[in-house]
Nanobody
Framework: QVQLVESGGGLVQPGGSLRLSCAAS????????MGWYRQAPGKERELVAR???????NYADSVKGRFTISRDSAKNTVYLQMDSLKPEDTAVYYC???????????????WGQGTLVTVSS
């Protein structure tokens, strides 16, 4: 009912930058929150950054001051600008969107397919 298309991952050297994008489409009445999670090999998935409907944001301590989450509400798209990347940022990054469906009026969580970010020299 709702599809997410992620893009922007890849290989970058330490200190470099990447920008991730996630576009939501489908049976969306409204979006409550959009966020990015990541999962490194052998580790649990963790929240990286999140932006809620009113515009408030929160970040993992490990990325504060380096990553910036933003959104384009007209395009149902969320972005993650990642600067000063470190090797420990290497992970699969997943987009997560909480929507109200037009079909049911109920809240529904949707996950993207994941995009790999590798920080290495």
């Amino acid at each position: 009912q709702v599809q997410l298309v992620e893009s922007g991952g890849g290989l970058v050297q330490p200190g470099g930058s990447l920008r991730l994008s996630c576009a939501a489409s489908g049976s969306i009445f409204s979006i409550n929150a959009m966020g990015w999670y990541r999962q490194a090999p052998g580790k649990e998935r963790e929240l990286v950054a999140r932006i809620i409907k009113g515009g408030s944001t929160n970040y993992a301590d490990s990325v504060k001051g380096r990553f910036t989450i933003s959104r384009d509400s007209a395009k149902n798209t969320v972005y993650l600008q990642m600067d000063s990347l470190k090797p420990e940022d290497t992970a699969v990054y997943y987009c997560n969107v909480g929507v109200i469906l037009t079909t049911s009026g109920l809240h529904h969580e949707v996950w993207g397919q994941g995009t790999l970010v590798t920080v290495s020299s």
